[in-house]
């Protein structure tokens, strides 16, 4: 009985170890975002290009930091060029392109707005692994893609009538002030 209470033991300290590791990783993929949104609409007429490019070059010198502090030394960034092809190429391009489409999104719109398209992305591309590679598509992501759909609509929905409001209060002003005059 003991080697049973010692392994749930183990197993309930793991999970929840795992859980810890899995907010905390929500939370800082979050703040992030947050953050990445403030500084495109602090530097609102700076180029997205410059903003981009300044925010790779800090991610180059925080790794190098990690690597020296990791490893006493610079890793050797150019391993993957030796395994480099045509598929490389495309799957770099792709994300460089996502990375802009995000920054358009984080500058123009929300960071709320960029997680949906991130999640909707996610939906689409398993769904046409599930057609294209015969990949089983589990229960719970389509009750989860039920539910994402649902809260994008709701978003949606509030975004409108929000805006709605915010038309009718500046009509009401600009009819107040022409009154006035």
């Avoid at 890793?75 to 993957?80: E, I, L």
């Amino acid at each position: 009985m003991d080697d049973v209470d010692g392994v749930n033991s183990t197993a309930q300290k793991s999970l929840m170890i795992a859980l810890f590791f899995l907010i905390l990783q929500a939370f800082l993929s979050s703040f992030a975002s947050i953050v990445n949104e403030f500084v495109f609409k602090k530097n609102y007429e700076e180029s997205i290009h410059l903003q981009n490019s300044l925010f790779y070059v800090w991610g180059i010198v925080i790794n190098i930091v990690c690597g020296l502090i990791l490893h006493g030394t610079i890793p050797n960034v150019f391993k993957f060029l030796k395994n480099l092809n045509v598929l490389t190429v495309s799957i770099v391009l792709t994300n460089a392109i996502g990375g802009l489409s995000a920054a358009s999104l984080l500058k123009y719109l929300s960071s709320l707005t960029k997680s949906y398209c991130a999640v909707v992305g996610m939906f689409i591309s398993t769904f046409l692994s599930g057609i294209f590679f015969n990949t089983p598509i589990p229960f719970f992501f389509l009750v989860g893609a039920v539910l994402i759909s649902v809260a994008i609509v709701i978003y949606t929905k509030s975004s409108q009538k929000n805006k709605e409001q915010n038309n009718q209060s500046k009509s009401r002003n600009e009819l107040k002030t022409l009154k006035r005059i």
